[in-house]
């Protein structure tokens, strides 16, 4: 019932930055708990950050914790995640997945019901 779609995924050389960006339609956006997944080649899908449904609680991968934010305008539908200080080890496609009727912050992919096609985010060294 939302279509999720992905943006801002690019080159990028190390020590630099990106935004990443989610745009939803369909229900109303401050009805999910969101987050960002990724996932590199031979790699299992991997919780990067999550957020309610408010934006007032987040979660944060020990691996990203410091260097990433997630952050979400529910008047524009749109949740972000403005990478900075990117290693090699950051690369991988980055998803945006949504779980309906959570207020709280979801940890377990298993309990989002939509998902983005996914952006490529590629760190050079």
């Known amino acids: 019932q939302v279509q999720l779609v992905e943006s801002g995924g690019g080159l990028v050389q190390a020590g630099g930055s990106l935004r990443l960006s989610c745009a939803a339609s369909?229900?109303?956006?401050?009805?999910?708990?969101m987050a960002w997944f990724r996932q590199a080649p031979g790699k299992r899908r991997e919780l990067v950050a999550a957020?309610?449904?408010?934006?007032?609680?987040?979660y944060y991968a020990d691996s990203v914790k410091g260097r990433f934010t997630i952050s979400r305008d529910n008047a524009k539908n749109t949740m972000y995640l403005q990478m900075n200080s990117l290693k090699p080890e950051d690369m991988a496609v980055y998803y945006c997945?949504?779980?309906?009727?959570?207020?709280?912050?979801?940890?377990?992919?298993?309990?989002?019901?939509?998902w983005g096609q996914g952006t490529q985010v590629t760190v050079s060294s």
């Open positions: 369909g229900r109303p956006f401050d009805a999910y708990a």
């Open positions: 997945a949504a779980s309906f009727a959570r207020t709280v912050v979801v940890y377990n992919y298993w309990e989002y019901n939509y």
């Open positions: 957020i309610n449904w408010s934006g007032s609680s987040t």
